[in-house]
């Protein structure tokens, strides 16, 4: 199974930082990771597809990067609705879909 | 517009069934590629991948869960149907279905993004 670890597993940040999350598989997964947006009480939400593609209607401060095993996405020029939890996932095996832990952003 | 939502029980015993419905809407899953999975988050923990149903009705199931779940779909009412058998408190969690979204790479690989959810249904697994 394709294990994936994501650091850290909270972040305080202020308005106007900049964040970077970390995502590493245990084998290469290609570019088979997606990041996703969590609010309390709501669904998950897309922000990233393929490693760095921006998904619709995401604004263009989240940016994805990585190949392979070892993936990031960051988040610049904060803003008070950026704070939630985000996960990563890779979908390269086909019998486990595995999300990262998350990482919880809150305001410092 | 797609849309997508959950519904089931709130409230199960364990060892008992649970059945799960995600009602499809704003797309037909009788439609090529159409693929829907099911995802779930005990409380204050992180999203696990159950399952995936696609319109060709290729399935595929969680390794660890594989025994106890069944997916299936009634294109008729455009709903995906998700069955875990045994239930035990460690199943207790809200469960969300995802719409596997249409992007691919180089070779015809779908990327499987999962670009609209549900709203989530919760379930508690007591006695």
């Known amino acids: 199974d394709i294990q994936m670890t994501q650091s850290p597993s909270s972040l305080s940040a202020s308005v106007g930082d900049r964040v970077t999350i970390t995502c590493r598989a245990s084998q290469s997964i290609r570019d088979f990771l997606h990041w996703y947006q969590q609010k309390p009480g709501k669904a998950p939400r897309l922000l990233i597809y393929?490693?760095?593609t921006l998904q619709g209607g995401v604004p263009s401060r989240f940016t994805g990067t990585g190949s392979g095993t070892d993936f990031a996405l960051t988040i610049s020029n904060l803003q008070p609705e950026d704070f939630a939890t985000y996960y990563c996932?890779?979908?390269?095996?086909?019998?486990?879909?595995?999300f990262g832990q998350g990482t919880k952003l809150d305001i410092k | 517009q797609v849309t997508l939502k959950e519904s089931g029980p709130v409230l199960v015993k364990p060892t008992e069934t649970l059945t799960l419905t995600c009602a499809v809407s704003g797309l037909s899953l009788t439609n090529p590629n159409v693929g829907v999975t099911w995802i779930r988050q005990p409380p204050g923990k992180a999203l696990e991948w159950l399952a995936h149903?696609?319109?060709?009705?290729?399935?595929s199931y969680s390794t660890p869960l594989q025994t106890r779940l069944i997916i299936s779909k009634d294109t008729s009412k455009s709903q995906v149907v998700l069955t875990l058998t045994n239930v035990a408190p460690v199943d207790t969690a809200t469960y969300y279905c995802?719409?596997?979204?249409?992007?691919?790479?180089?070779?015809?690989?779908?990327?499987?993004?999962?670009?609209?959810w549900g709203q989530g249904t919760t379930v508690t697994v007591s006695s």
């Open positions: 996932q890779e979908t390269y095996s086909p019998f486990q879909k595995t």
């Open positions: 149903i696609f319109s060709d009705d290729e399935r």
């Open positions: 393929a490693a760095s």
């Open positions: 995802a719409h596997i979204g249409l992007n691919y790479d180089s070779s015809g690989n779908n990327y499987y993004a999962l670009d609209v």
